[in-house]
């Protein structure tokens, strides 16, 4: 199977916390958390279309004016995701700068904020054609912790306590695969092409079975065209295969409470990016940071299956000697407390 993304951390393990996932059938990106992002490329700024802020202490959010500078004359948008609060302060970040010119260009950029509240999600727009002044939107509401759904994959938040702090940890889950079988198609004497980006769409829709698709191609001898009964399609070249959970957990605090959920929240997940601040050693420490210990994010992976653990936002005070919290993580992971 192959997956729809690639996941990588922004800055490595010692650097602002940021996790971004290249959705690599689709001209597009998602990004958790967006501190420091100068190391990304142009290229793959300009893919983002959606960011997801766990909390906006500055290392994760201060980056939003660096993709603002490089995004602002496409026509695209885009959306973003933060806690309690986060409208206002999207709006003060625009409202810092003076856009006497920008109503003129040919784009409208526009960036669509999204305020997390318990079950409840505001939204405001904010156009450059307007200036980015605030347009309220309608509420939307938030089930089963889910924030965005989309065709392909959906991405869930749920808040964890940071020193009295609400910090959201995420989860990109994809939809179940739909993976074309080669040799049947061959069978079939049928190519590939586009027409299978149809039949997987149609068929994640529950189209039914007597519904009909056409499916167009080139030969030596000029184009050929036959219509085939969707469910035939469906069950003689697709195959159905549970899609993956990629997890993103940092600034949250090592206490029961949070412990306990994150195990819950984690459960089972393909992979999860886990913040591994720092030693046990220095547990005290971390108790007044309101972070988890490498030891601690080791445990909680271990105890929620989850399948392949990346620790990351070790703390600069152990810089450059990533290998003991590396270590530390990896017997808890092993091992559990």
């Given at each position: 199977?192959?997956?729809?993304?690639?996941?990588?951390l922004?800055n490595?393990?010692?650097g602002?916390?940021?996790?971004?996932?290249?959705?690599?059938?689709?001209?597009?990106?998602?990004?958790?958390?967006?501190?420091d992002?100068?190391?990304?490329?142009?290229?793959?700024?300009l893919?983002?279309?959606?960011?997801?802020?766990?909390?906006?202490?500055?290392?994760?959010?201060?980056?939003?004016?660096?993709?603002l500078?490089?995004?602002?004359?496409?026509?695209?948008g885009v959306?973003i995701?933060?806690p309690?609060?986060?409208i206002d302060?999207?709006?003060?970040?625009?409202h810092?700068?003076?856009?006497?010119?920008?109503?003129?260009?040919?784009s409208?950029?526009?960036?669509?904020?999204?305020e997390?509240?318990?079950?409840?999600?505001?939204?405001?727009?904010?156009?450059?054609?307007?200036r980015?002044?605030?347009?309220?939107?309608?509420?939307?509401?938030?089930v089963?912790?889910?924030?965005?759904?989309?065709e392909?994959?959906?991405?869930?938040a749920?808040?964890?306590?940071?020193?009295?702090?609400?910090?959201?940890?995420?989860?990109?889950?994809?939809?179940?695969?739909?993976?074309?079988?080669?040799?049947?198609?061959?069978e079939?004497?049928?190519p590939?092409?586009?027409?299978?980006t149809?039949?997987?769409?149609r068929?994640?829709?529950?189209?039914?079975d007597?519904?009909?698709?056409?499916?167009?191609?080139?030969?030596?001898?000029?184009?050929?065209?036959?219509?085939?009964?969707?469910?035939?399609?469906?069950?003689?070249?697709?195959e159905?295969?549970?899609?993956?959970?990629?997890?993103?957990v940092?600034?949250?605090?090592g206490?029961?409470?949070?412990?306990?959920?994150l195990?819950?929240?984690?459960?089972?997940?393909?992979?999860?990016?886990?913040?591994?601040?720092?030693?046990?050693a220095?547990?005290?420490h971390?108790?007044?940071?309101?972070?988890?210990?490498?030891?601690?994010?080791?445990?909680?992976?271990?105890?929620?299956?989850?399948?392949?653990?990346?620790?990351?936002?070790?703390?600069?005070r152990?810089?450059?000697?990533?290998q003991?919290?590396?270590?530390?993580?990896?017997?808890?992971?092993?091992?559990?407390?």
């Amino acid at each position: 199977m192959r997956p729809i993304y690639q996941a990588e951390l922004v800055n490595g393990v010692f650097g602002d916390p940021g996790v971004y996932i290249d959705l690599k059938f689709a001209s597009r990106a998602l990004l958790f958390d967006i501190g420091d992002i100068s190391r990304l490329p142009t290229r793959k700024l300009l893919r983002i279309s959606d960011v997801f802020v766990s909390h906006t202490h500055m290392d994760h959010f201060a980056g939003f004016d660096h993709l603002l500078r490089v995004c602002l004359g496409r026509d695209a948008g885009v959306r973003i995701y933060g806690p309690r609060g986060f409208i206002d302060q999207v709006e003060h970040k625009l409202h810092a700068y003076t856009w006497n010119l920008v109503e003129n260009y040919v784009s409208d950029f526009a960036v669509t904020a999204h305020e997390l509240d318990g079950a409840n999600m505001r939204r405001a727009l904010f156009r450059s054609r307007n200036r980015f002044e605030r347009e309220p939107l309608q509420d939307c509401p938030i089930v089963d912790d889910v924030v965005l759904s989309d065709e392909q994959f959906q991405i869930r938040a749920r808040a964890f306590d940071h020193h009295g702090l609400p910090s959201y940890a995420f989860a990109f889950e994809e939809h179940t695969h739909l993976n074309v079988w080669k040799n049947r198609l061959d069978e079939l004497g049928l190519p590939t092409g586009p027409w299978l980006t149809d039949l997987k769409r149609r068929a994640r829709a529950g189209e039914p079975d007597e519904a009909t698709i056409e499916v167009r191609w080139r030969t030596r001898e000029g184009s050929r065209s036959e219509h085939f009964a969707l469910g035939e399609l469906r069950h003689r070249v697709l195959e159905s295969v549970a899609g993956q959970r990629v997890c993103y957990v940092t600034d949250v605090a090592g206490h029961a409470d949070n412990r306990r959920e994150l195990i819950s929240f984690l459960h089972d997940a393909d992979a999860a990016f886990i913040e591994a601040v720092f030693l046990d050693a220095d547990r005290e420490h971390a108790e007044r940071k309101a972070h988890l210990t490498a030891a601690q994010a080791g445990a909680i992976a271990k105890a929620a299956g989850v399948k392949a653990a990346m620790p990351f936002h070790f703390s600069t005070r152990y810089f450059p000697e990533e290998q003991p919290l590396r270590d530390e993580f990896e017997r808890s992971y092993q091992k559990g407390l």
